[in-house]
């Protein structure tokens, strides 16, 4: 049995050419750089940082009170055998701090040095942000708070600020003094 039937393999070859070439001049989109982040709220607004640096999210645990400490320092839980500072951030950010309802989440961050709780008044999730869109923080933010604010972005029916999670992590006024 013989086939009869055959096929230009050097047509076949130039076809392949001209799709080839023609894909490579068609103009692609520039795909815009996205980060994946956690959103929550604070004080009322939206906020989000890296997801890197998020561990977990927990339900806010009993937290035990320490003497003497900052006012950034609520409290310590015991996470898995490990005893890890809860924050509340608010202060810091010169935000209102509405009482707490069951929505409230503690978010385990690690930095560079250590690992600690951020108190948020609920998660809303994680998503991912166009970072070519995020712009300046306005000028009626605090200038302290300011500092650890990255840009804002546009969402919906508000805005959402990006806090540089990193600087917050490092900021003195974080060390607790004997």
């Given at each position: 049995?013989?086939?009869?039937?055959?096929?230009?393999?050097?047509?076949?070859?130039?076809?392949?050419?001209?799709?080839?070439?023609q894909g490579l001049s068609a103009k692609t989109e520039v795909q815009e750089e996205l980060i994946?982040?956690?959103?929550?709220?604070?004080?009322?607004?939206?906020?989000?940082?890296?997801?890197g640096y998020a561990a977990e999210v927990i339900?806010?645990?009993?937290?035990?009170?320490?003497?003497?400490?900052?006012t950034l320092i609520i409290g310590v839980f015991n996470l898995r055998g490990k005893i890890i500072a809860a924050m509340d951030?608010?202060?810091m950010l010169r935000l209102p701090e509405p009482a707490l309802t069951r929505?409230?989440?503690?978010?385990?961050?690690?930095?560079?040095?250590?690992?600690?709780?951020?108190?948020?008044?609920?998660?809303?999730?994680?998503?991912?942000?166009?970072?070519g869109q995020f712009e300046p923080v306005v000028?009626?933010?605090?200038?302290?708070?300011?500092?650890f604010l990255r840009g804002q972005i546009?969402?919906?029916?508000?805005?959402?600020?990006?806090l540089d999670i990193a600087r917050l992590l490092d900021s003195p006024a974080l060390v607790v003094s004997n």
């Open positions: 049995m013989s086939d009869t039937t055959g096929y230009d393999i050097r047509s076949i070859l130039t076809e392949m050419r001209q799709e080839y070439w994946e982040c956690i959103t929550f709220t604070l004080g009322g607004e939206e906020f989000a940082f890296e997801t339900r806010v645990p009993k937290l035990v009170k320490l003497p003497g400490n900052s951030i608010r202060p929505s409230a989440r503690i978010i385990v961050v690690k930095g560079k040095n250590f690992t600690t709780g951020i108190l948020t008044e609920a998660v809303l999730g994680v998503q991912a942000l166009p970072l000028k009626s933010v605090d200038s302290s708070a300011r500092e546009q969402r919906g029916n508000g805005m959402t600020m990006l």
